[in-house]
């Protein structure tokens, strides 16, 4: 089955440690996403990539950090930086080929609830 | 900095009625505007979305209306069941070299489909 896996579903994490959320989709998508989801908000930018090796920084990316070493993977680290990391996140990727229809729509993986206690 | 206003923030509808939720942009470049339907504990998953060069799109019971001069969209879920009590988001991007990016989400609209 094609699609994106999110782990661990539930992450619990004391102030002060870094954590890292793993994404990974067999997709065969260029492009990969992180968005952080706050009860009564949308879906905030954290972090994107358009190709391996590459990634750009989104609205709120202050106290995360990310990697793509591989097509397939795009790993988030929280980083005790992160004044209120206590969210769902949630990773997407999508083919991001430019003027190919459909290219565009995002598929979104299952969400890692994080908890910091 | 780029905006997508969502309303309402919640929505009660009796089933077999019509649900509409509504979205307006700022942004005239914005060029692609998706819907995603969200159940709990769970990632949004995309519904619809149409571009600014047709005024309607239906798909089923869904149909997105987009009305490009009052730079707004809205979501119609006609004879609504149940099962499509869930959030739901309207979206918003830019195309540019490498195809959309950089969704804009709305702040959510929780639909509640009663008996």
């Known amino acids: 089955d094609g699609g994106i896996t999110q782990s661990p579903k539930y992450l619990f994490r004391k102030e002060g440690q870094n954590v890292t959320l793993s994404c990974e989709q067999n997709l065969n998508h260029d492009a990969m996403y992180w968005y952080r989801q706050d009860p009564g908000q949308g879906l905030r930018l954290i972090y994107y990539?358009?190709?391996?090796?590459?990634?750009q920084k989104g609205d709120i990316a202050e106290g995360y950090s990310v990697s793509r070493e591989k097509k397939e993977s795009f790993p988030l680290t929280v980083t005790s930086a992160q004044k209120n990391p206590t969210a769902f996140y949630l990773c997407?990727?999508?083919?991001?080929?430019?003027?190919?229809?459909?290219?565009?729509?995002?598929?979104f993986g299952p969400g890692t609830r994080l908890t910091v206690l | 900095q780029q905006q997508v206003k969502q309303s309402p923030q919640s929505l009660i509808v009796q089933k077999g009625g019509i649900s509409i939720i509504n979205c307006a942009y700022e942004?005239?470049?914005?060029?692609?505007f998706p819907w995603y339907q969200q159940f709990p504990g769970k990632g949004p998953a995309l519904l619809i979305a149409i571009r600014p060069d047709v005024s309607e799109k239906k798909e089923g019971r869904f149909t997105i209306s987009f009305n490009k001069s009052a730079k707004q969209f809205s979501l119609h879920i006609m004879d609504s069941q149940p099962g499509d009590s869930a959030t739901y988001f309207c979206a918003a991007s830019i195309n540019s070299n490498f195809g959309n990016e950089k969704l804009t989400f709305g702040t959510g609209t929780r639909l509640t489909i009663i008996p």
């Open positions: 942004n005239t470049a914005f060029d692609y």
């Open positions: 997407a990727s999508s083919a991001a080929v430019g003027g190919t229809s459909g290219a565009d729509t995002q598929y």
């Open positions: 990539s358009q190709i391996v090796n590459d990634f």
